[in-house]
């Protein structure tokens, strides 16, 4: 993998700036993005674009932003509107012209994941933006999930000793869309999905890929098997991903058409991380709980405060806050594009293992 | 793999036949051996080998056969007792001369697992014995659990479907020894496990790969990992293996050194089992259910009945007795060594695999 070099952005603005915004894309998820920016001092969202204009429009009405502000092409809204920054929420097909065109226009971007389909693609966009000192950030949310961040806490304060093992199980119910079944919602909502390629791990379980570069370092190695249960959508819906990340044994085990699996709902996955010293455990099955287990005894807290909806909506606007005290600073993104076409990378070489039966090393030459 | 071709026997024994057997071997497990053929009609245990000869004779004691028929060496018993069968409870380097020995003087031969510390030395234990025209069989309890059996019948029935996925979890805490702390009590029963090269693998994980093979067939390649967590031990504490096995994606993750992580002690393992129409699960954690999830629902039931320790000692008697059978009646066990060489080349190339990071494809010439 070919990294550019980091660049440092030395543009910095005051405490009162505003800064100023646009979302690209209003589908399903946009209404988390647009809730976590009105949560966030000192941003306003301007002008909404979206390639069918109605749902831009219901989207702008809920959210108070004029009718005069939005568009169904993203180069008409970046040439009629004043930005600081967008907010890319579209599909990852359309995810380089649009970083491309913001760059081109000066404009700060952050963008949903994945990043883009093809690794050269997304170093085009990295590139690009290098090019015209704009920052450009993936709006990864998950590793701002604050059981992840208390697992890194935990782990760096020694609670489980040297880091070993961890084991991710997402396993969910009926997901996919089955013979003689209406359509799951997550399919009536994104019916694109159902003829998606590459499906589990590109559209979601990529998340999971970041969470342990979060959490332990750089892929060094995946092992990646695919599977697929619905005999319907065309993608894997099933992902068991074999990885070491800083040394550390990672398995990521997902899969969306699991039938009678998943007892109840919950923000949280099934974690088991195991140190020399100790062990911490996520627990969905037992009440959202968090378990530190090591030679001091064993404890439990919840793994994280109010409902769960509000968990999943504070992931955002973590992410999208981090953003935003980034661009004000000028300092780097954790989530900063050049980081995140590691993520990215690990994700396309699950799938080449997976489509070759083979480990698939990984070169992190920026490492 | 070059595996020896079949050879069916065609001795049978009348009904009333009493087989006569000795155990070579009377350590720690040799106690469920004796209580095992001490339920088995129509077998009597004549005499006990045993290196140090003080514990054979204890073992004697216990069970209630005479000193005149206690040896320290097993070519002596042999030599010197008139038997159908033996029953070996030794140790793995072992198993081959005393295999070997006992198929020179025509005598049956049931053999702890794993069958041999080589490929090479199981392949010439299978040969002897089809050279000899005695039956060569493994004791491998752990297919004859009574949920595995349930398992393989559920799948046979349907009640999943299509058989995708298997997951089958133990991770125990404080079973490997530790710095500053007693030894735990495999080891102090087990001693010379401190030092063996190849361990929770070699010495238990195996009998998963055998369950596998049970539920599904053949396996096709395996990619494992294996690490170590006890600074003391010097063997593998943990693997992490991938399977195909008939096609079904299969996870074997087992660790010894996991702190905290065991809640209770159970004879089960996790196990999550996944069809296209339905899932099967084992729950240590849930009072040692079966639940089975399907488009009818989902119902449990007991994985076993009685005490844990019944189930345990149940396997022992079930895998024994069904050896006794097959040499009554000259059929081939389940479990013949010609057979078991099979689950043994998939645990050697586990050991290869996780020492090339690598998939190994496994030939199985005769399948």
């Keep these: 993998m070919n990294i550019p070099q980091r660049e440092v952005r030395s543009i910095t603005y005051p405490a009162s700036h505003v800064f100023r915004g646009a979302l690209l894309g209003t589908g399903q998820?946009?209404?988390?993005?647009?809730?976590?920016?009105?949560?966030?001092?000192g941003v306003e969202i301007v002008a909404l674009a979206n390639r069918t204009i109605e749902k831009a429009l219901a989207r702008a009405d809920e959210f108070g932003i004029s009718p005069d502000h939005v568009y169904s092409d993203h180069r008409e809204l970046l040439e009629g509107e004043d930005l600081d920054f967008v907010d890319i929420a579209t599909l990852p097909d359309v995810h380089r012209v649009q970083v491309e065109d913001a760059a081109a226009q000066g404009v700060n971007v952050l963008c949903q994941k994945p990043m883009a389909p093809s690794m050269e693609d997304a170093q085009a966009m990295v590139e690009a933006c290098d090019h015209a000192g704009v920052l450009f950030s993936i709006n990864e949310n998950w590793r701002w999930r604050t059981w992840y961040r208390d697992l890194k806490r935990l782990v760096e304060e020694g609670a489980v000793g040297k880091p070993k093992y961890i084991r991710i199980v997402r396993h969910t119910n009926l997901t996919v869309p089955r013979p003689g079944e209406s359509l799951p919602e997550f399919f009536k909502d994104q019916p694109y999905i159902m003829n998606m390629e590459r499906l589990i791990l590109y559209e979601w379980g990529i998340h999971l890929i970041d969470v342990m570069r979060f959490l332990f370092g750089e892929v060094n190695w995946v092992f990646a098997r695919m599977d697929r249960t619905s005999p319907i959508s065309i993608g894997e819906?099933?992902?068991?991903?074999?990885?070491?990340?800083?040394?550390?044994?990672?398995?990521?085990?997902?899969?969306?058409?699991?039938?009678?699996?998943?007892?109840?709902?919950?923000?949280?996955?099934?974690?088991?991380?195991?140190?020399?010293?100790?062990?911490?455990?996520?627990?969905?099955?037992?009440?959202?709980?968090?378990?530190?287990?090591?030679?001091?005894?064993?404890?439990?807290?919840?793994?994280?405060?109010?409902?769960?909806?509000?968990?999943?909506?504070?992931?955002y606007t973590a992410a999208q806050a981090h953003f935003i005290g980034c661009l004000r600073e000028g300092r780097e993104p954790e989530t900063a594009a050049r980081d995140n076409i590691r993520t990215l990378g690990a994700m396309f070489a699950s799938y080449e293992s997976a489509a070759e039966n083979n480990v698939i090393h990984l070169q992190n030459a920026d490492s």
């Excluded at 998820?29 to 001092?41: D, E, F, G, N, T």
């Excluded at 010293?277 to 530190?292: H, K, T, Y």
């Design 29 to 41: 998820i946009s209404v988390y993005h647009l809730r976590a920016w009105s949560q966030i001092k």
């Design 237 to 315: 819906d099933r992902a068991y991903i074999t990885m070491d990340v800083g040394g550390v044994n990672c398995l990521v085990d997902i899969s969306w058409g699991s039938i009678g699996v998943e007892k109840r709902e919950s923000q949280l996955e099934q974690v088991t991380l195991e140190g020399n010293q100790g062990s911490i455990e996520l627990l969905p099955d037992e009440a959202d709980m968090l378990r530190i287990s090591n030679h001091e005894g064993s404890r439990t807290q919840p793994a994280f405060t109010g409902t769960s909806d509000d968990a999943y909506q504070a992931s």
